[in-house]
């Protein structure tokens, strides 16, 4: 079994308190941790695809945390909601573009959405939380800290979770836009090759101007920009790159997560 944390929450402390309290729920149990800028939810949904095709939908648990903090539709946050892949649970915040993804794979057409309040009442009624944490749990601006570990121990036990049903038809969709640059700086995007018809040689006109398509990065000559077929994806839905070979897509174009491409 595995756990994966993706969250905007991402120092070393923050992440330090996350995965120690999700160790005391469960012991021995491998921790991996991703960090995420703040204001960009798309950075969580291809996350969260390349952590369900990494896992390869084995027993584990996704923890995905990407609250935008420039919106007050709900009284304490986004909710969070979950669902099942295969055998790995993912319990998420639902706001935004962070669940886009799964949706434009459609790896569901729903999920259960929970209520802090409603479920924590819920716990205490079923005498598994002390009626001392409730107004902690309840009021907490770190609910990925005090609410979710507890909400994963929970679902992963099999225990009646308060919720309701949330269609996927609610999440909107993702435009074509970066949703992530790495270290090497080739720019990761959201566009999976039907997306613009990608064939080999066939130039696609960007909002960074004009760039040539390849099947892989080793096809594309040096110091040339291309879009290729990446590695990230889940089964055989694999994202379009923009890479400059021999130098830095993101760099050269000035690309960062949640910029449109087209």
Sequence with gaps: MFITIINDCRDGNAMGRQSTRLATFFPGVTINEVGISNYTEIEAAGNLIDMLDSSGGEEGIILVNAAPRHKKQWPNGTPFGYFWYKKTLIITTVDGYTLSLVKKLGLIES??????????????EKGLLDVSLRERIVKTQFRSYEYVPRLAKWIWDKVEVPSTTY???????????????????????TMLPEDIGHEEGRVIKTK???????????????????????SSGIGDKRFLE???????GGDFFNLKPGDEIL
């Design 111 to 124: 999920l259960q959405l929970t209520e802090v309040p409603t479920v924590i009442e819920a716990m205490i």
């Design 167 to 189: 269609s996927m038809s609610e999440v909107p969709d993702a435009p074509a836009m970066v949703w992530w640059v790495d270290n090497f700086s080739d720019v990761k995007t």
């Design 208 to 230: 960074v101007g004009e760039i040539a398509c390849f099947n892989r990065m080793k096809d594309v000559p040096v110091g040339t920009a291309g879009i290729t077929i990446g």
């Design 242 to 248: 923009i890479i400059v070979l021999g130098g830095r």
